[in-house]
């Protein structure tokens, strides 16, 4: 998935709030896991977590988790 070109689809989407699951997936890349660590801590799949993390960095306007 290239994150590098992803763009909010709204205006409104930059201003949702992070969810508490977004939150966890934060949290949990901040510790420095990786997305199969943070799919098994949080027990959904690897995909999931990815998508998670599309949500975020569209929320929080960066690129990439570094």
């Known amino acids: ?4 070109r992803a763009k909010p ?3 409104e989407d930059l ?3 992070v969810t508490g699951r977004e939150r966890q997936v934060i949290e949990l890349v901040a ?3 990786l997305n199969k660590e943070i799919a098994r801590d949080l027990r959904l799949s690897e995909g ?3 998508e998670y993390l599309h949500k975020i960095f569209r929320k929080i306007q960066v690129t990439n988790r570094t």
């Open 48 to 50: 999931t977590i990815k």
């Open 1 to 4: 998935m290239d994150l590098s």
């Open 15 to 17: 201003h949702r709030p």
């Open 9 to 11: 689809e709204s205006e």
């Open 31 to 33: 510790k420095g896991k």
